[in-house]
């Protein structure tokens, strides 16, 4: 089984269990819904799937644990999808614990597309960590020469909860 760094368990902190049921938007031609297990359960109509994404070269999932919205319990969560063929870009979702953590799950803040942000099509995350209230991010994108399979460009990013949305900050190409 994938290994995946937890955090202490606190009275209101998310852990790994609470993001395998997860809330998730409508992404790449599925619907909303709630993991099940890491993964959207299969929907009538849409092939493919949504789920948790795990960094196959540590067997670890992507995910990070740590204040996000002064509460210290919140999470930051990397969803893969696909309709039926090759990958679409990678999604950061943010998550705090929210009054319902235990019944429903942890309440999702919003995320970002990767896509939209470089606009390659590939994007897959290679490194993601919260710290100072702020989800950092380091992802692939593809450059001009890079075919759909294999990007080569190392882009970051800081994403933050602003009190009403997850908005992408210093969006920059990295060395």
Not at 41 to 48: F, I, L, R, T, V
Not at 70 to 99: K, R
Not at 105 to 110: A, F, N
Not at 145 to 168: E, F, H, I, Q, Y
Request: proline content about 9%; overall charge negative; hydrophobic content about 40%.
């Amino acid at each position: 089984a994938p290994t995946t760094p937890v955090p202490a368990p606190g009275s209101r902190a998310i852990t790994f269990e609470y993001l395998q049921r997860a809330p998730v938007p409508a992404l790449c031609e599925h619907d909303p819904g709630n993991l099940r297990n890491g993964e959207l359960p299969p929907q009538d109509g849409h092939p493919g799937n949504v789920g948790i994404a795990l960094n196959y070269n540590t067997a670890a999932y992507k995910v990070a644990f740590g204040d996000l919205t002064g509460g210290a319990g919140d999470a930051a969560m990397v969803i893969h999808c696909n309709a039926g063929g090759v990958g679409w870009p990678e999604i950061v979702q943010l998550y705090t614990a929210g009054p319902q953590l235990d019944i429903t799950g942890p309440t999702r803040l919003g995320g970002i597309d990767l896509g939209d942000l470089t606009h390659g099509g590939s994007e897959i995350v290679t490194a993601l960590s919260i710290s100072d209230g702020v989800a950092h991010v380091t992802w692939l994108a593809n450059g001009p020469n890079d075919g759909a399979c294999c990007p080569t460009v190392k882009m970051m990013a800081d994403l933050r909860w602003d009190g009403s949305a997850v908005v992408a900050q210093n969006v920059r190409r990295a060395n």
